[in-house]
């Protein structure tokens, strides 16, 4: 069965403290994995697509890289408004293109 | 480019009521989704639409839940009647195609007392 979960649930960070999220998954062949930010009261925010192992992408302090196994969102000196709850979600060959999401990972960026 | 458009934002209804939820996709994307969002959880897919067709609807409680896409734009989704669990969040999401990236609505928030 396809599986995803995040890691940590809560990450509370000072600002400017680099950390990194992790999204590990279980999946029969992978066609993609999505990253989202969601801010309270709003839908997710598309960020990244990622199809292959060793590919990265990056978005102003933001980078996401896939493994056969797992996905990480770096965050490099993060700001307040970075604040956000960060989804993860992937998309199986066999999955008739349904995307399985992660529970996602809340982040704090104290000032 | 105009987003996706979803209405009402907000919704209180007793249990055994009747609701309903409309989208209006971005233009041009013939990939339309229904997710319910429980607080602390990802989006769970309700139903998704390929242009006017049914993909899948897996998980859709088909004895209370009804969804249509009209002439392959705007969707409704409905629930009749109303219990208790389905207070939660129902997202629309809509892409070009059934593999790229999904955008997502504003939400409507649907509290069942």
């Known amino acids: 069965e396809d599986q995803v979960t995040q890691s940590p649930e809560a990450l509370r960070l000072q600002e400017g403290e680099s950390s990194s999220l992790n999204c590990s998954y279980t999946v029969s062949g992978l066609r993609g994995l999505f990253w989202y930010r969601q801010d309270p009261g709003k839908g997710p925010e598309f960020l990244f697509t990622l199809y292959s192992a060793g590919e990265e992408k990056e978005k102003e302090r933001l980078k996401a890289t896939l493994t056969k196994k797992e996905s990480f969102l770096h965050i490099t000196a993060p700001k307040p408004e970075d604040s956000a709850t960060y989804l993860c979600?992937?998309?199986?060959?066999?999955?008739?293109?349904?995307?399985?999401w992660g529970a996602g990972t809340k982040l704090i960026i104290k000032p | 480019e105009a987003g996706v458009a979803q209405s009402p934002r907000y919704k209180i209804i007793e249990k055994r009521q009747s609701v309903a939820f409309w989208c209006n996709p971005i233009?041009?994307?013939?990939?339309l989704y229904w997710y319910q969002q429980i607080l602390g959880q990802g989006p769970k897919l309700l139903i998704q639409f390929q242009n006017n067709g049914v993909v899948d609807d897996s998980q859709l409680p088909k004895d209370r839940f009804s969804a249509e896409r009209l002439k392959g734009v705007d969707s409704t989704l409905k629930i009749q009647p109303a219990k208790l669990e389905d207070s939660a969040v129902y997202l629309c999401a809509s892409s070009k195609r059934e593999n790229t990236e999904a955008f997502f609505g504003q939400g409507t928030r649907l509290t069942v007392v």
């Open positions: 233009s041009g994307h013939a990939t």
């Open positions: 979600a992937v998309q199986g060959l066999d999955s008739n293109y349904q995307l399985i």
